[in-house]
């Protein structure tokens, strides 16, 4: 299928005429795409939810939007150069935040999913993300190398976190943060973080446990 945003950011346009604009914004934008659609059809016994074409008139790049739909899930502080990309709102709720490739030209990003009541409980949810990330992150083919489990507080309540470094398929290392929680509205929510390993290694640990603490 062939489309591409056009003047409006908030509007996706099926023209056949019109490509994809090639920023990173855009790739990003599609592998999260990818990842939500994934994991909504995975939940949802193969229902065509994943489609581009119900995505479209839900899902926004407005700056405002975005903070908006994650601060109704939880409030939050991302990382610094995390800006907000993109939202979508169909029950399950959206919010990813990312940035420009680096020097090293490795992508970061921070996504936050809120799901209705009865989608799943959290061991489920967590290997239904750990299939998502591998099928449906296109170049973003991520191979564990270690990972360990952290406990932090969240909105209150203690929640395992895990971390992972991970490895994609031109050997660039990240960390893979995943975690479940309780949202605003009490039903289970997701954050998944993807920060660069060179970028982990000096000091974005430590703004990866600020923004946990911020999480109220």
């Not at 739909?69 to 800006?83: E, F, K, L, R, V």
Request: hydrophobic share 35%; aromatic share 6%.
């Amino acid at each position: 299928m062939s489309g591409g945003y056009d003047e409006n950011p908030n509007v996706y346009s099926d023209s056949p005429n019109q490509g994809p604009k090639k920023s990173s914004g855009v790739r990003v934008l599609l592998w999260v795409l990818g990842i939500g659609g994934g994991l909504m059809v995975l939940m949802c016994g193969g229902c065509l939810v994943g489609s581009y074409f119900l995505f479209k008139d839900v899902a926004s790049t407005d700056p405002a939007v975005v903070n908006n739909t994650a601060q109704s899930i939880t409030d939050i502080d991302p990382p610094s150069g995390y800006d907000p990309m993109f939202s979508m709102n169909m029950g399950v709720k959206m919010a990813a935040f990312g940035g420009e490739p680096g020097e090293s030209g490795q992508t970061h990003m921070l996504m936050l999913m809120a799901f209705p009541a009865g989608m799943g409980d959290e061991g489920q949810m967590k290997q239904q993300m750990n299939q998502s990330l591998q099928q449906q992150g296109g170049n973003q083919n991520l191979q564990e190398i270690e990972t360990e489990t952290r406990v932090y507080t969240i909105r209150g309540e203690e929640c395992n976190v895990q971390i992972a470094k991970v490895k994609n398929d031109d050997g660039a290392e990240f960390r893979k943060i995943t975690t479940v929680f309780t949202a605003k509205d009490g039903n289970l929510a997701m954050l998944m973080l993807l920060m660069p390993e060179e970028e982990w290694a000096s000091g974005g640990e430590e703004e990866f446990e600020k923004m946990i603490q911020s999480m109220k």
